[in-house]
């Protein structure tokens, strides 16, 4: 019995151990340095919650906020405009075309999205390609960099194969019959996609919104190198309260505030699907 017991016991103790070097890791790294910083918030440089109030009150900080979640709505809307017909025709193609363009899409994650915000620095500048193109049919160049269309339209194509990826996986397990038999009752392409397929996709919809919002909202150097100075995103008003002004406090509540509003999204969502099912 003793051995029994002390058998279980050693079962039940080692998984813990077999976790310990990645809880050792995530206390020292993740946990403690968040920590620090949500005291920082209400510390620094007197104990209150002067910076809670001054976010929740002040005009400067609720445009960057409302700054913020537009943005990242509006590239989480254009990515899924702009996803849907590529994972759809991924979905619908034969093995080897669809193992072809999921190449072409993951090829962005081989590359640093520093690297593709300077290329569209380049596109997007006063010389670039697209405004000598304008200029060649005959139209005065337009201002497209330093403004929120440049920044949105990098973020999207950054965070677009997030997309893709996430609707993949759902439409490639809608069984094939289903849109053919809405075809053949009468049901024109549009109706076959509006009435069968957009439902039966909506949990990877769900997902690649998500996805594609939360990791907008935290976006920085993107935003700094392309993005208006006077259309700032959270994330770049926390770099600028810490490099220029030193306001560690006022950073950090800022950080904090950010967090928070994630998790209630990340939690709104697990509520509605599970956030085991966020990536698929």
Not at 81 to 86: D, I, K, R, Y
Not at 220 to 237: C, D, F, H, K, N
């Amino acid at each position: 019995m003793s051995a029994t017991t002390s058998a279980a016991g050693g079962g039940g103790l080692r998984p813990w151990l077999l976790l310990a070097p990645l809880l050792v890791f995530l206390a020292a790294f993740f946990i403690v340095p968040l920590a620090q910083v949500a005291v920082m918030s209400v510390s620094d440089p007197e104990w209150g919650l002067d910076h809670y109030v001054a976010i929740a009150t002040d005009g400067f900080h609720l445009r960057v906020l409302l700054d913020t979640f537009l943005t990242a709505l509006t590239v989480s809307l254009c990515c899924l405009v702009l996803g849907f017909p590529l994972a759809y025709a991924m979905a619908a193609a034969p093995p080897g075309l669809a193992a072809a363009m999921m190449v072409v899409v993951t090829m962005s994650f081989w590359t640093s999205f520093l690297v593709r915000t300077y290329a569209w620095m380049v596109l997007l500048g006063n010389r670039g390609p697209i405004a000598r193109f304008v200029e060649w049919i005959g139209f005065a160049s337009p201002e497209l960099l330093f403004t929120r269309f440049s920044s949105t339209v990098a973020m999207t194509h950054i965070l677009l194969p997030y997309m893709v990826l996430s609707l993949y996986g759902v439409l490639k397990r809608i069984e094939p019959s289903l849109p053919r038999s809405a075809a053949s009752l009468g049901a024109t392409p549009a109706g076959v996609i509006r009435h069968v397929v957009l439902p039966l996709a909506a949990p990877g919809i769900a997902n690649g919104l998500t996805l594609v919002f939360v990791l907008c909202l935290g976006f920085y150097v993107t935003p700094i190198l392309l993005g208006s100075p006077r259309e700032q995103m959270v994330a770049s008003v926390i770099g600028q309260q810490v490099e220029e002004f030193l306001a560690f406090g006022e950073a950090s509540a800022m950080a904090v505030v950010l967090l928070a509003s994630t998790l209630i999204i990340l939690g709104i969502y697990h509520r509605r699907f599970g956030l085991d099912r966020l990536w698929g």
